[in-house]
Nanobody
Framework: QVQLVESGGGLVQAGGSLRLSCAAS????????MAWFRQAPGKEREFVLA????????FRAGSVEGRFTISRDNAKNTVYLQMNSLKPEDTAVYYC????????????????WGQGTQVTVSS
């Protein structure tokens, strides 16, 4: 079992930055690929970014190219989402996910999910 707790959300003006954190329980964090998803009101949850267990491989959605980055600190059992140049359309609840498969973690079939953290970008 892996428990995930997101933090760092809030209200920010367009053009600003936020860094989200996702802390994971357990001693085998490096075995899990991690991902960030987001869900805006009335929309389906969508993939944002993923990183392999070692941190050496990342995938990102085109909508966040050049603005968002994912990183992880396996010593701290934490994955981060750095969001820059935020836009009102980035407003959503952001979730982190974990799975032993880097392919699966990029889908809604990922094994473990956090409760989410709200990000609101004002124009």
């Amino acid at each position: 079992q892996v428990q995930l707790v997101e933090s760092g959300g809030g209200l920010v003006q367009a053009g600003g930055s936020l860094r989200l954190s996702c802390a994971a329980s357990g001693r085998t964090f490096s075995m899990y690929a991690m991902a960030w998803f987001r869900q805006a009101p009335g929309k389906e949850r969508e993939f944002v970014l993923a990183v392999s267990g070692s941190g050496g491989t990342t995938f990102r959605a085109g909508s966040v190219e050049g603005r968002f980055t994912i990183s992880r600190d396996n010593a701290k059992n934490t994955v981060y989402l750095q969001m820059n140049s935020l836009k009102p359309e980035d407003t959503a609840v952001y979730y982190c996910a974990a799975d032993t498969s880097l392919a699966v973690v990029r889908t809604r079939s990922a094994a473990y999910w956090g409760q989410g953290t709200q990000v609101t970008v004002s124009s």
